[in-house]
């Protein structure tokens, strides 16, 4: 006994003062494994060619979007009934787009889709593994943002995902909630998730409109996404009401109908509340979240960890929680009866309006 508790000891010791294992992988960099090495060209390709220099901007943003309608291709409840329920992150968006483009709400996503694709296959990747890396590279341009977990070695061999498993923006809460809890999340992970609608836009809902932003800052990973969307709604960006939009407060803005109701919901309005003044929060939430979304359909012991590829994100935010310049705390529609809605201040100046982003 005594005997086996000195190997125990000595065993942890070696473990704790043994160097973690480094590979060398050219060009001065070092990674936890050489498995990895391949990541640092897939990187510096992307960051480049894709994110066209590390940029915050529409690639980044479509490919946040693509982790998500990949990974959410996944419902044990079509497998409990004896149905196919997809391979959840698989690379299957990718590799049988001709089918999972068509879904409905998979609108817009064949953009990315065919940008990325060639990336993967020049490099020898799979698309899953492709697609989790490009969203975790992506988010680490966006000031404020945590560094995400990045895993690889998803299978490149995947099946079409069923469609009507990616949820609409005209779903209600209880639809919402009952299709994300089918693929593992609780009300508060959806709205963790949700923080990538900080650095987002729409291009489909209202097609005149492309690149509308759902925040005033869709380039900060911020907590301005979680304010604006419980100001009072009272305006209509272009076209008019399409399915799946409502009002929104600032011009040039975007309300999703998915957001407003989220964010008024008492099952989800306290997780929404609590980001807007602990940013920590909101990024230490989404970076857990994301890296249970990515493994979806996967054994995570079967993967390897490449985070240490992904770059620690540089840029801090400019500044903490405010209201939108024009906007008083009357506007604030708060919903969590837990706790008392922060007070904040108004940014100076004239109305915060977004401009119009031109088309691409
Ligand atoms: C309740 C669930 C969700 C709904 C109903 C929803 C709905 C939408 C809609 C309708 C758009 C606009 C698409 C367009 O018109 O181009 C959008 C954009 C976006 N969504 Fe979501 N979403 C949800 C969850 C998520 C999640 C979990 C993520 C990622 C983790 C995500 C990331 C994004 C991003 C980054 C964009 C912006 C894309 C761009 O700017 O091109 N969404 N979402
Ligand atoms: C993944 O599959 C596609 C076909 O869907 C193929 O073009 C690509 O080369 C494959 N990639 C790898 C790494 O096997």
Redesign the pocket.
């Known amino acids: 006994m005594f005997k086996l508790s000195v190997t125990l000891l000595s065993l942890a010791l070696f473990a704790a003062a043994a160097p973690s294992p480094r590979a060398a992988c050219g060009q001065g960099r070092v990674t936890a494994h050489a498995a990895c090495c391949i990541w640092f060209d897939v990187l510096d390709d992307i960051q480049e060619n894709l994110f066209d220099g590390a940029e915050c901007g529409e690639e980044v943003h479509e490919s946040l979007r693509l982790t998500f309608h990949d990974a959410i291709g996944f419902s044990p409840k079509l497998t409990r009934q004896g149905k196919f329920g997809g391979g959840g992150a698989d ?1 299957s968006v ?3 787009s001709e089918i999972e483009t068509a879904f409905h709400a998979n609108n817009g996503i064949d953009e990315i889709v065919d940008a990325q ?1 060639p990336f ?2 020049k490099h ?4 899953g593994d492709f697609i989790q890396f490009a969203g975790a590279v992506g988010v680490s341009n966006c000031a404020g943002a945590p560094r995400l977990e990045f895993l690889a070695g998803r299978s ?2 995947s099946r079409p995902s069923p469609d009507l498993l990616v949820p609409e923006p005209f779903d209600s809460v209880d639809k919402i909630i009952a299709r994300m809890g089918d693929a593992g999340f609780s009300p508060n992970e959806i709205v963790d998730l949700l923080a990538s609608h900080s650095i987002a836009a729409q291009d489909n809902v209202d097609p005149t409109i492309p690149g509308t932003p759902f925040d005033s800052t869709p380039s900060s990973f911020d907590s301005n996404f979680f304010v604006e969307t419980l100001l009072v709604g009272n305006l209509v960006p272009g076209n008019g009401i399409n399915e799946g939009e409502v009002q929104s407060p600032i011009a040039g803005e975007f309300r999703l109908q998915s957001d407003a109701l989220l964010a008024r919901d008492g099952r989800t309005a306290c997780e929404w509340q609590s980001f807007i003044t602990d940013h920590a929060r909101m990024q230490s939430k989404f970076r857990a979240v994301m890296a249970k979304m990515a493994v979806l359909g996967q054994v995570r012991s079967r993967l390897t960890d490449c985070s240490d590829i992904i770059p620690v994100p540089m840029n801090p935010l400019a500044k903490s929680a405010s209201l939108p310049a024009g906007k008083t705390m009357q506007d604030i529609q708060a919903a969590c009866k837990a706790t008392p809605f922060p007070t904040l201040t108004a940014d100076p100046g004239p109305a915060t309006t977004i401009p119009a982003v031109p088309a691409s």
């Open positions: 690379g990718i590799a049988h694709r993967a296959i020898g990747v799979s698309f490149n061999i």
